[in-house]
Structures are given as structure tokens and as C-alpha cells.
């Protein structure tokens, strides 16, 4: 699960990959809203893997 993690890397980090006016939405050109939409999209991603995750045993 904590692959899932590397998305917003992959996705974010390679700029030529969305470095472009069109499509646009609401307005704003490609380039500002695909960045915007990777901040709901990290913490779903974020609390999957939370979520995942096994409980730290808090044994004395």
C-alpha cells in the first residue's frame, strides 16, 4: 500500500506531463487545475494507506 504514496510523485514531478493551456476547466488552463486537483486526490491517497495499515501493538 505504501506504493500508492509514490503516485503523487509520478504524477507531479514530471512536469512535460501536464504542461499544457488545454484542456482548460472552470477557466484555469490545464496546468493549474491538474496540480489542484492532486490535493484532494493525495489525501484520499494518504488515508487509504493509514487506513491499511496495521495497528502499532502498545504492549507495555
Known amino acids: 500500500m505504501w506504493v500508492l504514496l509514490l503516485l503523487p510523485f509520478a504524477g507531479l514531478l514530471w512536469v512535460p506531463f501536464y504542461n499544457f493551456?488545454?484542456?482548460?476547466?472552470?477557466?484555469?488552463p490545464f496546468f493549474y487545475w491538474y496540480q489542484l486537483a492532486w490535493v484532494p486526490l493525495c489525501s484520499l491517497l494518504i488515508w487509504v494507506?493509514?487506513?491499511s495499515r496495521t495497528p502499532d501493538d502498545e504492549t507495555p
Open 49 to 51: 494507506v493509514y487506513r
Open 21 to 28: 493551456q488545454d484542456p482548460g476547466f472552470l477557466g484555469f
